[in-house]
């Protein structure tokens, strides 16, 4: 199983991007999907959540800015990414965590995309 993010890049601050996560399985596979972001010198953390029933879940700083969203028939899972701040900058990781019955409950992560978020 892979997960490949795309999507990231140089933006302003107050600008945009969307992040997407392509999956070489079913997204379905999955019992949680998510993002997590590591900026330098900082610890990973979780950004946001979705679950296998459509459960979202927000760090507090992008709630309002940023949406976790899936397409189930592209296999594929996004994060909506608005008013973009610098501190947002880091390393953006797709993570998903694996049905036990589907395709074992292990963890799987993508390569990365950086986003940097400059005037």
């Known amino acids: 199983v892979q997960l490949v993010e795309s999507g990231g890049g140089l933006v302003q601050p107050g600008g945009s991007l969307r992040l997407s996560c392509a999956a070489s399985?079913?997204?379905?596979?999955?019992?949680?999907m998510g993002w997590f972001r590591e900026a330098p010198g900082k610890q990973r953390e979780l950004v946001a959540t979705?679950?296998?029933?459509?459960?979202?879940n927000y760090v507090d700083s992008v709630k309002g800015r940023f949406t976790i969203s899936r397409d189930n028939a592209k296999n594929t899972m996004f994060l909506q990414m608005s008013s973009l701040k610098p501190e947002d900058t880091a390393v953006y990781y797709c993570?998903?965590?694996?049905?036990?019955?589907?395709?074992?409950?292990?963890?799987?992560w993508g390569q990365g995309t950086q986003v940097t978020v400059s005037s």
């Open positions: 993570y998903g965590l694996g049905n036990p019955t589907i395709i074992g409950a292990r963890e799987y």
């Open positions: 399985r079913s997204i379905l596979s999955f019992n949680l």
């Open positions: 979705l679950t296998s029933g459509g459960s979202t």
